[in-house]
């Protein structure tokens, strides 16, 4: 890890630290570990057995480019005080990684599940961020009881041969792989301009660090993660979601990967009318990162309304 975002990833765990965040690793299966950022105490072991006087749990799942705490940190700094906060990362980011062959969105679903249950969570949020989104998607359907309300971000249901040709239109690529999994660090600095409203003003040497952490290793695990997500129009079905009057979609208004016509399309015809919409002005695909306080604001007066009971 280069020396700029070195300190600055070491400032960031002392101040999780500080709002009783840290980072654990489980096992889910043999040759098979997620990493969390997750409460200190975990809910099994304290004195407080009833749900209902814990910390309702919110689960923030990551997009494909970075981790869960780059993708999340001024969330989790902005939400532990009064929610259970659990980021993991996805199978081949962060400290994840499996030996099995599965690419799925619906192992990687698996796998986040298992891990929350084994940290000792019942029932929770998911808030999903692109990639994250897709998989929450999958997780609601397959686990339920579990998820019991989604907050979804710049995301689609599936990632479909009809949405994925018209988004490589619009940015001007051939295929995802070429705009997720760079060889250069100036492929970094293209994935900030493509997912943000505003190019983000950082210097040469500080994405050459972020490419050197996040981006050359599991290149190949990654591309075959990629390529598991893609689903033929014809292959596509719209599942039953028991959660939909509580899912709310939570958009970047400039988002040119999943626009504002997919965000009313999800609501609308998938969702039957039954989820919320919400929007972020000035904002792109990456709508956390570069709006945090604008995108925490409208994340936490939804997730006022969800426990408001």
């Given at each position: 890890?280069?020396?700029?975002?070195?300190?600055?990833?070491?400032?960031?765990?002392?101040?999780?630290?500080?709002?009783?965040?840290?980072?654990?690793?489980?096992?889910?299966?043999?040759?098979?570990?997620?990493?969390?950022?997750?409460?200190?105490?975990?809910?099994?072991?304290?004195?407080?057995?009833?749900?209902?006087?814990?910390?309702?749990?919110?689960?923030?799942?990551?997009?494909?480019?970075?981790?869960?705490?780059?993708?999340?940190?001024?969330?989790?700094?902005?939400?532990?005080?009064?929610?259970?906060?659990?980021?993991?990362?996805?199978?081949?980011?962060?400290?994840?990684?499996?030996?099995?062959?599965?690419?799925?969105?619906?192992?990687?679903?698996?796998?986040?599940?298992?891990?929350?249950?084994?940290?000792?969570?019942?029932?929770?949020?998911?808030?999903?961020?692109?990639?994250?989104?897709?998989?929450?998607?999958?997780?609601?359907?397959?686990?339920?009881?579990?998820?019991?309300?989604?907050?979804?971000?710049?995301?689609?249901?599936?990632?479909?041969?009809?949405?994925?040709?018209?988004?490589?239109?619009?940015?001007?690529?051939?295929?995802?792989?070429?705009?997720?999994?760079?060889?250069?660090?100036?492929?970094?600095?293209?994935?900030?301009?493509?997912?943000?409203?505003?190019?983000?003003?950082?210097?040469?040497?500080?994405?050459?660090?972020?490419?050197?952490?996040?981006?050359?290793?599991?290149?190949?695990?990654?591309?075959?993660?990629?390529?598991?997500?893609?689903?033929?129009?014809?292959?596509?079905?719209?599942?039953?979601?028991?959660?939909?009057?509580?899912?709310?979609?939570?958009?970047?208004?400039?988002?040119?990967f999943f626009t504002m016509e997919i965000a009313r399309n999800l609501k609308e015809r998938l969702l039957g009318g039954k989820a919320t919409l919400h929007y972020?002005?000035?904002?792109?695909?990456?709508?956390?990162?570069?709006?945090?306080?604008?995108?925490?604001?409208?994340?936490?007066?939804?997730?006022?309304?969800?426990?408001?009971?």
């Open positions: 890890m280069g020396k700029s975002l070195a300190m600055y990833m070491s400032l960031l765990r002392v101040l999780l630290r500080l709002v009783g965040v840290r980072s654990q690793v489980v096992e889910i299966e043999p040759g098979t570990l997620v990493h969390f950022w997750a409460p200190a105490e975990n809910p099994n072991k304290t004195k407080i057995h009833n749900q209902a006087k814990r910390k309702p749990a919110v689960v923030f799942l990551h997009g494909f480019g970075f981790n869960g705490i780059s993708t999340w940190q001024f969330q989790m700094l902005a939400m532990a005080k009064d929610y259970a906060i659990y980021v993991p990362d996805f199978l081949f980011f962060g400290g994840s990684f499996t030996d099995k062959t599965e690419r799925s969105p619906a192992f990687q679903a698996e796998c986040m599940a298992k891990g929350l249950k084994k940290l000792g969570v019942e029932k929770c949020t998911l808030v999903g961020l692109s990639y994250g989104g897709m998989v929450g998607f999958k997780m609601a359907e397959m686990y339920p009881d579990l998820v019991d309300s989604m907050v979804v971000t710049c995301s689609v249901m599936a990632l479909t041969e009809s949405i994925t040709r018209a988004a490589l239109e619009r940015i001007g690529f051939s295929s995802w792989a070429e705009v997720l999994i760079p060889e250069t660090f100036e492929g970094v600095k293209k994935i900030a301009e493509l997912c943000t409203y505003k190019s983000l003003a950082m210097p040469d040497f500080f994405y050459r660090d972020i490419f050197q952490d996040m981006f050359i290793n599991h290149k190949k695990e990654r591309a075959e993660l990629l390529e598991a997500l893609q689903v033929k129009d014809k292959d596509f079905y719209i599942p039953h979601y028991p959660q939909a009057q509580r899912i709310h979609l939570l958009w970047g208004e400039e988002d040119v972020v002005e000035k904002a792109g695909h990456v709508v956390p990162s570069e709006r945090p306080c604008a995108y925490n604001g409208q994340l936490k007066k939804i997730l006022a309304s969800l426990y408001a009971n």
